[in-house]
């Protein structure tokens, strides 16, 4: 349980049903990215925890009726989950600005709520399945089930972190696996609350772990862990690749969701009206610590002055401080590491020889905000699709546009990328829209529109963005192992 001290949580491990020190009662410190206060001691697990977790998380599912209750009654647990989520969706909303530097009102009306529709959605959808049957004449019948797989790890990043845990433990849950949670070692305190709301909706003991630390090393044991059977991770390209290494003795099935730099193309004929706020969105919304963020803005040289004006305006009318106050648009960076990354790749815009055209007016911030890790929403006029700030993931509020003159012009500077998690088309031309949509390699399209969420559709990237899909029936086949039973008839 979190437990506040001196207004200072204590967040300790949730294994097999009780919140825990770590073995060695080792901790960590976690800091309010908005003035750098100490807001939590978190319990840094051991080698022997993350083996404890794994082995609960393992006896639940070979002994506890979780795999095997009525499907009714699991779903009903899992709704009774998403209830208490809703219930408390204040609280965790605190957690999640104080934690990640969130703004409260982003948090409280939209991730927290899709935190709770994640696990609703998953316990409604897999009621409604039907297995398969394949009957061979008259002689024989085959029939699949689709059975868990086992122990799940789920481990995931900071910018999100209630809600991409919950799109992971929906699924994992539904399928009848049972977890152990390694969320990020910056922002670990709305998930650690996941072990005490999965027992009070009735959910057995041991389905539900939660532990804490940090990647290389606990992310590291969860990876290699051999009563971890798989693997569901979200977080960068880099990290994904060691998953896959260290996974390897112990042959763990994987799913991963990774880094992005999605194209936003602005044709000349797209209604600006909605392409100009919803671009903003796509660009700062999280600071823009968003996987799906539209980084790259190619604009169409015909419409590029009007575009950038009314673009740097609505820029510089985001309300830049302090989370918790529900005026503010943009919070601070997650940390002291992505501050300085992100002002790296400021300063090497300016080296590539692009032009800033808003992002060096100072910020209005209280004394106490001034400790925090702001940086404001910056745009850069970039020449050079090729250069590192047009290639590399920057994860922050800065986002170069790249003006194009033709349709073969924009889908190549849109494909020139290792990543392909989304791309965002504007026009008013279907026939354009849809050969564009075709063209990008991206796992997912939005024309005249961003991040407009259905959980039944694939959701995953190309290249370098992520091997495997999430949602609907894509992340059941994850989850589960299908099993044929053949019969005879005769
Ligand atoms: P990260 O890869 O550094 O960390 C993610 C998680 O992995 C954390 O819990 C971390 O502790 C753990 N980890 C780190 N090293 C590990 C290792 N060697 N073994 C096992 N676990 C390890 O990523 P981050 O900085 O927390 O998150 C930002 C990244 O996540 C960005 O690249 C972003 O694009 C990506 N992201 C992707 C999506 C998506 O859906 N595709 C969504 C959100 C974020």
Redesign the pocket.
């Known amino acids: 349980m979190l437990t506040t001290e001196k207004e200072v949580l204590t967040v300790n491990h949730f294994i097999n049903g009780q919140y825990r020190q770590s073995a060695t009662k080792k901790t960590f410190e976690v800091h309010d990215p908005s003035n750098q206060r100490l807001i939590a001691i978190v319990s840094e697990a051991s080698e022997e925890d993350v083996t404890e977790a794994a082995n609960s998380a393992r006896q639940a599912f070979e002994h506890s009726e979780w795999r095997t209750m009525p499907l009714a009654e699991r779903c009903a647990k899992i709704r009774r989950m998403a209830d208490i989520i809703v219930e408390r969706k204040e609280e965790i909303a605190r957690l999640e600005a104080m934690d990640v530097g969130k703004p409260y009102q982003h948090a409280v009306g939209s991730d927290i709520p899709r935190a709770a529709h994640n696990l609703r959605f998953y316990a409604d959808f897999v009621e409604k399945q039907g297995d398969e049957a394949y009957p061979m004449d008259e002689n024989f019948i085959n029939y699949t089930r689709y059975e868990p797989v086992g122990v799940a790890g789920l481990?995931?990043?900071?910018?999100?972190p209630f809600m991409?845990t919950t799109w992971k433990l929906g699924p994992c849950l539904a399928a009848g696996n049972t977890a152990v949670i390694?969320?990020?070692?910056?922002t670990p305190l709305s998930v650690s609350l996941l072990g005490e709301i999965a027992q009070q909706a009735g959910i057995p003991d041991g389905v539900v772990n939660v532990i804490h630390g940090?990647?290389?090393t606990?992310?590291?044991w969860?990876?290699e862990q051999p009563e971890i059977d798989l693997i569901s991770?979200?977080?960068?390209?880099?990290?994904?690749k060691?998953?896959i290494k260290?996974g390897a003795d112990t042959l763990k099935k994987t799913s991963f969701?990774?880094?992005?730099k999605a194209a936003n193309i602005i044709f000349e004929d797209a209604d600006l009206s909605k392409a100009v706020p919803t671009s903003i969105q796509a660009a700062f919304l999280n600071s823009g610590?968003?996987?799906?963020a539209g980084s790259r803005i190619l604009v169409q040289r015909t419409i590029l002055d009007e575009f950038l004006e009314k673009f740097k305006a609505a820029a510089e009318a985001l309300v830049v401080g302090d989370p918790q106050d529900p005026k503010t648009t943009t919070g601070p960076l997650v940390s002291k590491v992505q501050y300085d990354k992100v002002n790296y790749y400021i300063e090497l815009a300016k080296e590539e020889g692009a032009k800033l055209i808003t992002g060096d007016q100072p910020l209005q911030l209280s004394d106490d905000l001034a400790k925090g890790y702001y940086i404001a929403p910056t745009i850069f006029l970039h020449h050079d699709p090729n250069a590192r700030t047009c290639q590399e993931?920057i994860?922050g509020p800065v986002v170069t546009i790249l003006p194009f003159d033709t349709e073969e012009e924009a889908l190549a500077i849109a494909n020139n990328t290792d990543y392909g998690?989304n791309g965002v088309i504007w026009t008013e031309n279907l026939k354009r829209a849809h050969r564009v949509s075709y063209a990008v390699r991206a796992g997912t399209i939005w024309v005249n529109c961003w991040f407009v969420r259905d959980l039944r559709v694939p959701?995953?990237?190309f290249k370098k963005?992520?091997v495997g899909r999430e949602g609907g029936r894509h992340s059941m086949e994850f989850f589960t192992e299908a099993k044929n039973i053949c019969i005879s008839l005769n």
């Open positions: 481990i995931t990043p900071w910018n999100a991409l390694k969320p990020a070692e910056l940090s990647g290389k606990v992310g590291t969860v990876t991770f979200t977080g960068s390209t880099v990290t994904g060691q998953i260290n969701e990774l880094g992005g610590q968003v996987c799906l993931e994860f998690l959701f995953g990237g963005s992520g």
